[in-house]
């Protein structure tokens, strides 16, 4: 049985930054709901942070709804970008709403869009430091939430 660790956010206004009470750990799954606004700009960002200075990014999940569209993943230390991880296709459309969850996992995060495996990542640094959650772009959001599963229920 999952718990709830905090709060959720409600209609959080974008561009977002809030805190992860406590961090993240093994076990805890965040969700956004939200929808993909028709706009003129192509990208969103959801980034798992461990400050509000954006030098030092764990997880950067950035669809890019342009050549086609594609997801970007990567890790940013002391202001510098890593290699990129690429995929495609996008499982979201503009326009239409969606369900993002996170769930952070002892070398991973595993990343479901609308109750689908869609990516995982594997942590290039440690992730017990992140407490940030920055959500940007071009996303009108409904709810984060956040859950902490049992460790032999994942």
Not at 33 to 46: E, N, P, Q, Y
Not at 51 to 61: G, V
Not at 92 to 105: A, H, N, R, T, Y
Request: aromatic share 12%.
């Amino acid at each position: 049985m999952a718990s709830t660790t905090q709060p959720p956010y409600v209609n959080p206004v974008v561009p977002f930054c809030g805190t992860i009470q406590g961090g993240l750990q093994d076990g805890l799954e965040i969700t956004i709901k939200g929808v993909i606004l028709a706009s003129k700009d192509t990208r969103f960002a959801v980034n798992f942070q461990t400050d509000t200075s954006d030098n030092d990014i764990a997880f950067h999940f950035n669809p890019r709804f342009e050549s086609g569209g594609y997801l970007v993943c990567n890790t940013k230390e002391n202001g510098y970008w890593g290699t990129e991880e690429w995929k495609t296709p996008l499982p979201f459309q503009k326009g239409d709403p969606f369900e993002l969850s996170f769930l952070v996992q002892s070398s991973r995060f595993q990343v479901t869009v609308n109750k689908n495996l869609f990516v995982q990542y594997t942590h290039r640094v440690p992730f017990h430091g992140v407490d940030i959650l920055r959500v940007t772009g071009i996303v009108q959001l409904f709810s984060i939430s956040f859950q902490l599963h049992p460790k032999n229920a994942i």
